[in-house]
């Protein structure tokens, strides 16, 4: 945690082990944001009540913060927390929600399709625990996906909003940092999803790529070993398209497209690439111990509340409520 570099500030809701869409659309990104900023990704516990029929599972954090960790996420550089563990970011929810209007949450796009499904106040609330989430920290730069820039709007309306009616810039404008990452494809050639089952896990073992990739679906068109075939009907090719450097996929896009390879070659140096990828991340994931990840996020945790409490004590401040002790 530097506090002189710009914050960064990002959650994810605990889903357990992630896969290889996790990595390619929001790890990667964190990773290289470590270098540079001041960055504070939290597990994103509370919002994955939103709507659920069941609590998050300890083992489903677990899993996931070992898949943050063997992606390379620092713990040195960089503060990992769990939201739950947390209470000033609920109470700058509460003291934000009392200035924010009902309609600016209404008009968060989605929410009166999912209300009629889930019709509660948390999710009315969710972009605004978003928002307290992020000002708690001071977060300048919010890593998202496009589907959230409307909760980053909502975010820095409060942020505005509150800033003027007290007069001081206490929290900074949070900027959305949208990723370029092209979402990836799954198995079925639908968005990879754990939901969906199509998904290849970060550390799923060498064996059961090959076999998934084996299984997969090609150009429907190309029936035959020697009929040519065209990469860009094919779902396997969306998957090399992120994964496979573009030197590699000239080479197996003419051979596709003259026959000169097979599907299952194509397959198998696609799977010898995940395989490869994937080397890393399950050594590193090897070498962790259950009760040094929980000692990480107790340390984390801590260091999050430190900065969170400083916030707090100014908004308090502010507001002209009497301060801690
Ligand atoms: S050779 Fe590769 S890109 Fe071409 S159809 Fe087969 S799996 Fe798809």
Same mark, same amino acid.
């Given at each position: 945690m530097n506090p002189a570099l710009p914050c960064v500030i990002s959650g994810m809701r605990p889903t357990g082990a992630l896969h290889l869409g996790h990595f390619h659309g929001v790890l990667k990104t964190w990773v290289a944001l470590q270098a540079e900023h001041d960055c504070r990704f939290f597990v994103a516990d509370w919002h994955a009540l939103?709507?659920? %029929?069941a609590l998050p599972h300890d083992e489903a954090v677990y899993e996931m913060v070992v898949d943050w960790l063997a992606a390379g996420i620092d713990p040195e550089r960089t503060t990992l927390f769990l #939201? %739950? @563990?947390? =209470?000033e970011h609920a109470e700058l929810f509460t003291l934000l929600a009392m200035h924010t209007p009902l309609a600016w949450l209404e008009r968060v796009p989605g929410f009166r399709e999912k209300a009629d499904q889930h019709p509660t106040y948390g999710l009315l609330g969710y972009p605004l625990l978003q928002a307290a989430d992020i000002l708690a920290h001071k977060g300048e730069w919010v890593p998202v996906g496009q589907d959230q820039a409307a909760h980053l709007e909502l975010a820095r309306e409060v942020a505005r909003r509150f800033n003027h009616r007290s007069g001081r810039q206490l929290f900074p404008m949070p900027q959305a940092r949208f990723s370029d990452a092209p979402r990836l494809t799954g198995l079925d050639g639908q968005k990879m999803s754990k939901s969906a089952g199509n998904a290849i896990g970060m550390r799923e073992s060498p064996a059961s790529v090959h076999a998934k990739l084996r299984a997969m679906p090609t150009d =429907? #068109? @190309?029936? *035959? @070993? *020697?009929d040519a075939g065209e990469p860009e009907r094919c779902p396997v090719w969306a998957l090399h398209a992120v994964i496979t450097p573009s030197d590699d996929r000239a080479d197996l896009a003419a051979g596709c497209r003259t026959a000169g390879i097979g599907c299952l070659d194509c397959k198998g140096a696609l799977a010898d690439r995940i395989v490869a990828q994937q080397a890393p991340w399950r050594e590193r994931a090897a070498a962790l111990e259950p009760k040094q990840v929980h000692w990480l996020m107790e340390v984390g945790t801590e260091r999050a509340r430190a900065y969170a409490r400083k916030t707090l004590r100014e908004v308090r401040e502010v507001l002209s409520f009497q301060a801690e002790a």
């Open positions: 939103t709507g659920a %029929s #939201q %739950s @563990r947390m =209470p =429907p #068109q @190309r029936v *035959h @070993r *020697h």
